[in-house]
Antibody, heavy 117, light 109 residues
Framework: EDQLVESGGGLVQPGGSLRLSCVAS????????IHWVRQAPGKGLVWVSD????????KYADSVKGRFTISRDNAKNTVYLQMNTLRVEDTAVYFC??????????WGQGTLVTVSS | QSALTQPRSVSGSPGQSVTISCTAT?????????VSWFQHHPGKAPKLMIY???NRPSGVPDRFSGSKSGNTASLTISGLHTEDEADYYC?????????FGGGTKVTVL
């Protein structure tokens, strides 16, 4: 089955760090840009970051620039989101996606990150 | 980074048509014509319904259509089905970042 599976979410204190993982299976991972998109409780979808197929190019939303780092290991079909200096407002479900304009288009079920003291 | 504005909600009866607008605060946001629409049922993964303004991925019913004029993109659902009740988000590539609209709740009366 073609799918993405996120992991690594949890409860962390403000100022702390977490690393999210997004593992792909069933499709040619190295053909795709991979995006992280988040949804805070009761709010809408917000784009966070993306990375190109060979990992040489990355982009970030202004709200996370300098604090989050996206990377990928194509040998492991995995994309990572290293999140440092976490803030209460980073609390959200984090989804990974195989692209925001790709057909076919794959999304994970999300992993919850809670930043709270 | 610029924003995309959507109505908070739209509604219609089964079989009716509804249109959701998505207006860019800056013309640069739609410069690449990479406008997508996602359907999101709470607790589930978002689903791509339209990409590149008006293209439908395989498996998406043809009652979903997209268009763009100037600084406004639109998603039309022609002939509402009860299962179309969901949140819908527009999304666009603005050159160095992607941006989502605030989302529109579609209610099937």
């Amino acid at each position: 089955e073609d799918q993405l599976v996120e992991s690594g979410g949890g409860l962390v204190q403000p100022g702390g760090s977490l690393r999210l993982s997004c593992v792909a299976s069933g499709f040619t991972f190295t053909n795709y840009w991979i995006h992280w998109v988040r949804q805070a409780p009761g709010k809408g979808l917000v784009w966070v970051s993306d990375i190109n197929p060979d990992g040489s190019s990355t982009k970030y939303a202004d709200s996370v620039k300098g604090r989050f780092t996206i990377s990928r290991d194509n040998a492991k079909n995995t994309v990572y989101l290293q999140m440092n200096t976490l803030r209460v407002e980073d609390t959200a479900v984090y989804f990974c996606s195989s692209g925001l304009r790709s057909d076919p288009n794959y999304w994970g079920q999300g992993t919850l990150v809670t930043v709270s003291s | 980074q610029s924003a995309l504005t959507q109505p908070r909600s739209v509604s219609g009866s089964p079989g009716q048509s509804v249109t959701i607008s998505c207006t860019a605060t800056s013309s640069d946001v739609f410069r690449y014509n990479y406008v997508s629409w996602f359907q999101h049922h709470p607790g589930k993964a978002p689903k791509l319904m339209i990409y590149d303004v008006s293209n439908r991925p395989s498996g998406v019913p043809d009652r979903f259509s997209g268009s763009k004029s100037g600084n406004t993109a639109s998603l039309t659902i022609s002939g509402l089905h009860t299962e179309d009740e969901a949140d819908y988000y527009c999304c666009s590539f603005a050159g160095t970042y992607w941006v989502f609209g605030g989302g529109t709740k579609v209610t099937v009366l």
